[in-house]
């Protein structure tokens, strides 16, 4: 398992991107109490989402938000629910929590 960070560093609601992962590009959101991972790529041009470091959420933190066309993402579950990609998902990355720490499975 590889080491990603503390939940205690993410803001609640907030996200967070990390380049250099076991699985590529990858970004977490902190939500509702929970926390969700999935890869920085978006399903319909495959650039990276965030507008700038770890901002990839919209203005009011309740979905993600492609920097390239503005795609409107559930966070829950990575559908997109607005946007060129209508029906596409983001890709969820496995991974656990373990002592307040995400670990992404390699």
Same mark, same amino acid.
């Given at each position: 398992m590889?080491?990603l960070?503390?939940?205690?560093?993410i803001?609640?609601?907030?996200s %967070?991107?990390?380049?250099?992962?076991p699985k590529? /590009?990858?970004?977490?959101?902190?939500?509702?109490?929970q926390?969700?991972?999935?890869?920085?790529?978006?399903?319909?041009?495959?650039?990276?989402?965030?507008?700038? /470091?770890?901002?990839?959420?919209d %203005?009011?933190?309740?979905?993600?938000?492609c920097?390239m066309?503005?795609?409107?993402?559930?966070i829950?579950?990575g559908?997109?629910?607005?946007?060129?990609?209508?029906?596409?998902?983001?890709?969820?990355?496995?991974?656990?929590? %373990?002592?307040?720490?995400?670990y992404?499975?390699?």
């Open positions: 590889h080491k960070c503390a939940i205690d560093g803001s609640e609601p907030g %967070k991107g990390f380049d250099h992962s590529g /590009p990858v970004f977490v959101v902190r939500y509702d109490g926390i969700f991972v999935y890869a920085n790529n978006c399903p319909h041009l495959g650039v990276n989402l965030e507008w700038e /470091p770890d901002r990839f959420l %203005k009011e933190d309740r979905l993600i938000q920097c066309h503005g795609a409107l993402f559930r829950e579950d559908e997109c629910l607005s946007g060129p990609c209508v029906g596409d998902s983001l890709t969820p990355v496995p991974h656990e929590i %373990k002592d307040n720490t995400i992404l499975f390699d």
